[in-house]
Nanobody, 121 residues
Framework: QVQVVESGGGLVQAGGSLRLSCAAS????????MGWYRQAPGKQRELVAT???????NYADSVKGRFTISRDNAKNTVYLQMNSLKPDDTAVYYC???????????????WGQGTQVTVSS
């Protein structure tokens, strides 16, 4: 059994900052990419940022220069520092972990339950 749990969402004024955290736990043999996605009301889920174990990072154009993703491989944890937040950043933010549960098993995507980020103007 694998669990992916996010924390750190909330309400913030435009221009403010929030830090999201996400930890994967349980029966894990190895983790490849971890990342953050978001879904605003009436919109499809979209990529925010991903990071590989070696530190290769990919950001959505809309967050470049404002958000920073980081990772602690020893703790199976990924973080998202969000600065200069805008009302358009309002969404439910989901953590994703691409991992393998046992040697020789299938690589599988696991998702957290989501954490709400609301940015007021």
């Amino acid at each position: 059994q694998v669990q992916v749990v996010e924390s750190g969402g909330g309400l913030v004024q435009a221009g403010g900052s929030l830090r999201l955290s996400c930890a994967a736990s349980g029966s894990i043999f190895g983790i490849n990419a971890m990342g953050w996605y978001r879904q605003a009301p009436g919109k499809q889920r979209e990529l925010v940022a991903t990071i590989t174990p070696s530190g290769i990072i990919n950001y959505a154009d809309s967050v470049k220069g404002r958000f920073t993703i980081s990772r602690d491989n020893a703790k199976n944890t990924v973080y998202l520092q969000m600065n200069s937040l805008k009302p358009d950043d309002t969404a439910v933010y989901y953590c994703n972990a691409h991992l393998i549960g046992y040697y020789g098993g299938p690589w599988t995507d696991y998702w957290g339950q989501g954490t709400q980020v609301t940015v007021s103007s």
